[in-house]
């Protein structure tokens, strides 16, 4: 079982990435970075090397966008490790057009299994109008649904906006 997990949410660009990598610079132990997302073409690349150039050289960084045990089952008590981010993570999964009830499953027993400290990055999208597709409303809704998920198996929720967190649960 994870020693601690925890969820940081918010909206795109509110500073959730840079705060959750803050958390995880601030423990000392060894950080691991799981990288989710997919670069498919030059703004994500630049996006990439931005994330990179901000954490700095002191990452291991996994690239893994489906497979929670693969990146999760190996890593032990000594490490950190920043998931960003489970918003990309459930993209691969929806347009990979995979069972999203048991990939979300899947994660969360690895993440049940996970020996280090888990941050878990994710987007909140509920907050915004009804989308007006049905790939859209689908996906707002499996994040919605993960991102309960999350929640409730963290030990600290914390929502950022406009680079200020906020603790919904436990303590920071």
Known sequence: MPLNVTFILGG??????AFAESLCASTGKDKVYWATA????AEMREKVSRHLTQRGENWTTIEEPETAA???????I??????DCATMWLTNHLLADHDLVAATDELLSAISRCQ????IVSNETGLGIVP???LARRFREAQGRLNIALAARADTVVQV???LPLVLKGAL
């Open 12 to 17: 795109a660009a509110s500073g959730k990435s």
């Open 38 to 41: 997919q670069v498919f073409d």
């Open 70 to 76: 693969a990146v999760l089952d190996p890593l032990t």
């Open 78 to 83: 000594d490490q950190i490790c920043l998931v």
């Open 116 to 119: 280090a400290d888990l941050v």
């Open 132 to 134: 007006e597709n049905k």
């Open 161 to 163: 906006t406009a680079g």
